[in-house]
């Protein structure tokens, strides 16, 4: 990196990649890239002065990457093989590396917090960098998704000495790291186009794990079992867990827990976000980042000012009448606890449901669960399944799981008249879920719903 100093981003609009794009841009680095389309990310890199292209030709891309062979390329794995501009610089001799080997070289720089697992990393590492942002550390935080707040998904001190990242396991991507602190959520299977079974996927957690110098530097939630790394410390609501937590219910909107086995003889938190897995959530977050030295009181204070991530139990709507909550769960165990989650919240509230499949390969291997998933709420719209990366899978599409579904009211609806329908009859409750496109849906369901309820008052 110390002899480059022009980096052209392929893909630079994925949540990951446009915030190491703004990580160097703040370096001084000059920093181009291309996407498919302009998006709000885009936008916000372009006002930062970052020169984006969104046309997959070879005369787009910008001079001084064109005349300048010493140009590091990174790009996500989510490029397609029959890309003009990637093959065109691939065969030009470019250095070119994924977004992961990227983060890898950076974690050898600082003092790295790690934090994986198949759900819940990104609400994880968003609560850790809020507490980092506000501690006396200087820190680099990147996050999978954009923080409320601070409407950004890095955050950055000058000259940091700790690095938070989220560690993906999709195409083994964080085996590139070399943490000094790990935290793992959970490990389902998932990520069954790139894993062959669960077990494999476990032994990418293991040697994830094997980088971790100190054992007693790594934090395992007790859901996960604790011989998959050994020598480690485990969280949870059980009693045999290391660090223990009890809910004491809900007051003003948070859910108050009591954490035993972190530093003093009890704490007490205040988590402004609903259900137990956001409580674990907190509970890693917090843990990791007093391993890393921040003071339990500046974390207990952190946590209760937390705002949030966007669409991760984000209210679009909030009104007596009316309550849309926006998330991006994507798999059968995500949709399971926002359900509970919302009962817990809204006990006997009539629960409706918008829901996007993300890829086709996922909605295959999972089926049967994202059916039983999904027949818990009262109601359903369906949507067809986002592609992604990936093309259509023969007989995998909407139909084939609403076939599956044992709800009464369901139905499959296209993206154009789904504002209407709902708004038609306004559920008491409504999740819109998914990870796909479903969010560019969104602003147009609640104009449809406030209108409505405006026309009824």
Known sequence: MKNRKVIYFIGIGGIGMSALARFYNAKGFQVYGYDLTAIPLTDRLIKENIV????????????????????????TP??????????HLKAQGYKMIKRAEALGLLSKEYKTIAIAGTHGKTTTTAIAAHILKNSELLAVSFIGGVLAEYESNILMDENPEIMLVEADEYDRSFLQL????????????DHLDIYSDKLDLQRSFQKLGEKVAFNDNILLCDTVSKGLISNTQSYGFSKDADIRLTSNGYENGLHQISVDGLGRERIELNIPMPGDHNALNAVLAAALCFKAGCSLDGIIKSIASFKGVKRRFEYVINNPNCVIIDDYAHHPTEINVLIDAVHQLYPGKKVAGVFQPHLFSRTRDFADDFAKSLSRLDKLYLLE????????????????LLDLLTLNEKSIVNKENLAVLISSTIPEILLIIGAGDIAQLVPAVKQAVIEKIEAYD
């Open 385 to 400: 399944i986002y592609p992604a990366r990936e093309k259509e899978i023969p007989g995998v599409n909407a139909k084939m």
């Open 78 to 87: 989510a490029i397609p093989k029959e890309h003009k501009v990637f093959n």
């Open 178 to 189: 070399e943490p000094d602190y790990l935290g793992i959520t959970s490990v389902d299977a």
């Open 52 to 75: 984006i292209h969104f046309n997959d030709e070879i005369s787009d891309i910008p001079q001084e990457v064109k005349e300048n062979t010493e140009v590091l390329v990174i790009y």
